[in-house]
């Protein structure tokens, strides 16, 4: 399992979520290349070790256990892991 970033992300961006994951699985981070064209952040499905931590971080609540993910923003399951597919 592992933990989602959904639609209320986007256009927010604050980083609350990686200065608290103790894995460095959230990217693009803020300074980092991708991170200005970026829509929003996403969580790394393979190296997430389903902690927690980001999700009562958020300040918009985007961030659910892949399990909980709301029905209408299911998509970000996907979205989240092909971020990341050919890194
Ligand atoms: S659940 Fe933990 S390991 Fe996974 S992205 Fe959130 S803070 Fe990082
Ligand atoms: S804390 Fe929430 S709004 Fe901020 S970057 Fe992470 S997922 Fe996006």
Redesign the pocket.
Known sequence: M??VITNPCVGVKDGS?VD????D??HPAPGEPEFEQAEQLY?NPDE????????PACPVSA?FEESAVPAEWQNFIKINADYYRNK
């Not at 608290?20 to 894995?23: E, L, N, T």
């Not at 997430?48 to 999700?55: H, L, M, N, P, V």
Request: aromatic residues 6%; contains cysteine; glycine residues 6%.
């Open positions: 592992t933990y979520c608290v994951c103790p894995v699985c959230i969580i997430c070790i389903d902690c927690g931590a980001c999700e961030i």
